[in-house]
Structure formats: structure tokens, C-alpha cells
T-cell receptor, first 112, second 116 residues
């Protein structure tokens, strides 16, 4: 049972355009959501997070939107840069346990 | 951000041998460490949670006798894959958090295990 789903395995965008990565979840107990970026053979690095009490969080070029009623979150990167090319994982947790449930990841390719 | 060091980064071993992977928090005290594994093109799957000084809590379906986790100090946790088999070949990643990280998780760089 996949509680966190990233239905798009890959995404390709042109440099300078907006990248939108989507994530859906099924567990209504999740109260904290995170996005991680991962390069091959490396561990994930934290990108941005959002608490369930908010619907938007912005950090520079990265913005995460949360739609609790739809159990959906998205990561917007604008403008996209070639260095953003990586695998992006969304993750969710509940009750500050620290246990993260990850989605399958979306491979983003930003073309120059 | 905080630094989590994981070693080795890559290991190749023969079937039937045991492999130990170390995860160290370099600049904070890790009260909790998590071990994940990732199969190619799949998500990170949580294997177990370990709190310093106590036994690890394993996720459903993870064999505790096969994947031995030790978290004896606030800066070190180890994962030992015992009697490794080819199906244990995977990418293993640890993460750690503590009060000094404001409970944020930081990840190691991962270990690619290949069992021949």
C-alpha cells in the first residue's frame, strides 16, 4: 500500500521555465511534508518542507503547495536551472515520529 | 546543515558473508537514527528506527536477525547485513536527527551493497 505517490516518474523542462512536481498521499494523519533532492549514489538532501497547518511555503526558487482536501502537494521550481536536474522525492510523516514515508521519486531534467 | 557520514560508500561481498555499514553524526548528537534501503528506480523504504541505547524498532517485513542494528552511542549507528545474499544487494541510507538539528533529519551519502 503506497501511502505517498509520485505518479510521474520523469519530467523534462526547458531552462528558465517552471518545473512542477506532484505528490499525492492517502494517510490523513500525515501532518508534515518534505521534499528531498537526490543525485545518483548520494543520500537525499533536504529541500523544503510544509506543515499541514499551512498551504504554501516558499524558499527562493522553490515553493511547496499543500491541498489537504485533495491530499495533494506540489513543488514548484522557478526558474528551473540545469543544476536542478536530479530525482525529487516527496515524503510525509505524522506525529513528529521522524519516520518518513517516501514517494517513488520523479526524475527532473532541465535542458539548457 | 548537520553532517551525517556513512561508510563505506560501496561494498562488494561474497554470498554468505556479513557486511557492516557505519553511520556517524559528525557535529550533533543523534538521539534517533533511521535506516532505509532503496532498490533501483524505487522509493526509499524505511527498514528500522533506532534510538540511542535501546533496541531498534523494525518495520513490518524486515528481518531483525538479518539486519542487525546497533546504536550504542549518540554519534554512531551500525547496520550489519548478516549472511548476505544477492537479493540483499541494494542502496542503504541512514538518517539521523537530534535536538541540535531541531529534529530535522539529515541523511548519509548511502552505501551501495553488491552481493555476488
Amino acid at each position: 500500500d503506497q501511502q505517498v505517490k509520485q505518479n510521474s516518474p520523469s519530467l523534462s523542462v526547458q531552462e528558465g521555465r517552471i518545473s512542477i512536481l506532484n505528490c499525492d498521499y492517502t494517510n490523513s494523519m500525515f501532518d508534515y511534508f518534505l521534499w528531498y533532492k537526490k543525485y545518483p549514489a548520494e543520500g537525499p538532501t533536504f529541500l523544503i518542507s510544509i506543515s499541514s497547518i499551512k498551504d504554501k511555503n516558499e524558499d527562493g526558487r522553490f515553493t511547496v503547495f499543500l491541498n489537504k482536501s485533495a491530499k495533494h502537494l506540489s513543488l514548484h521550481i522557478v526558474p528551473s536551472q540545469p543544476g536542478d536536474s536530479a530525482v525529487y522525492f516527496c515524503a510525509a510523516s505524522s506525529g513528529n515520529t521522524g519516520k518518513l514515508i517516501f514517494g517513488q521519486g520523479t526524475t527532473l531534467q532541465v535542458k539548457p | 546543515g548537520a553532517v551525517v557520514s556513512q561508510h563505506p560508500s560501496r561494498v562488494i561481498c561474497k554470498s554468505g558473508t556479513s557486511v557492516k555499514i557505519e553511520c556517524r553524526s559528525l557535529d550533533f548528537q543523534a538521539t534517533t537514527m533511521f535506516w532505509y534501503r532503496q532498490f533501483p528506480k524505487k522509493s526509499l523504504m524505511l527498514m528500522a528506527t533506532s534510538n540511542e541505547g535501546s533496541k531498534a524498532t523494525y518495520e513490518q517485513g524486515v528481518e531483525k536477525d538479518k539486519f542487525l542494528i546497533n546504536h550504542a552511542s549518540l554519534t554512531l549507528s551500525t547496520l550489519t547485513v548478516t549472511s548476505a545474499h544477492p537479493e540483499d544487494s541494494s542502496f542503504y541510507i541512514c538518517s539521523a536527527r537530534g535536538w541540535q538539528t531541531n529534529e530535522k533529519l539529515f541523511f548519509g551519502s548511502g552505501t551501495q551493497l553488491s552481493v555476488l
